[in-house]
Nanobody, 124 residues
Framework: VQLQACGGGLVQTWGFLRLSCTAP????????MGWFRQAPGKERETVAV????????FYGDSVKGRFTISRSNLKNTAYLQMNSLKPEDTALYYC??????????????????WGQGTLVTVSS
């Protein structure tokens, strides 16, 4: 499924942003949805993942307690609410979808469709 992410921008430390991810020509209800990020010179890391039905979530250690992933299958959109942002959160954020079985819903290697990325910059 083709994905489009938006909502990135420039924000000060301790600020907040909400990213959105939608599928213009598909239904995200068929997929687990995830947010990943990659900062310059660093490897891509998992930020947050939510399963198809929205009952299970997974967070990377660096964002636990600050970020919240959610989805509205009715609105065909996945969200990433980012609070208490820090300069180290600066990265290109990607949304992606997975058709893995439930047991592996959080596994990055099962995410096969990726959006174009939206840039988040946190100034100190």
């Amino acid at each position: 499924v083709q994905l489009q992410a938006c909502g990135g921008g420039l924000v000060q430390t301790w600020g907040f942003l909400r990213l959105s991810c939608t599928a213009p020509e598909g239904r995200i209800s068929n997929y687990h949805m995830g947010w990943f990020r990659q900062a310059p010179g660093k490897e891509r890391e998992t930020v947050a993942v939510i399963n198809r039905g929205g009952q299970s979530t997974f967070y990377g250690d660096s964002v636990k307690g600050r970020f919240t992933i959610s989805r509205s299958n009715l609105k065909n959109t996945a969200y990433l609410q980012m609070n208490s942002l820090k300069p180290e959160d600066t990265a290109l954020y990607y949304c992606a979808s997975s058709t893995a079985i439930q047991m592996y819903y959080y596994r990055e290697d099962y995410f096969s469709s990726w959006g174009q990325g939206t840039l988040v910059t946190v100034s100190s």
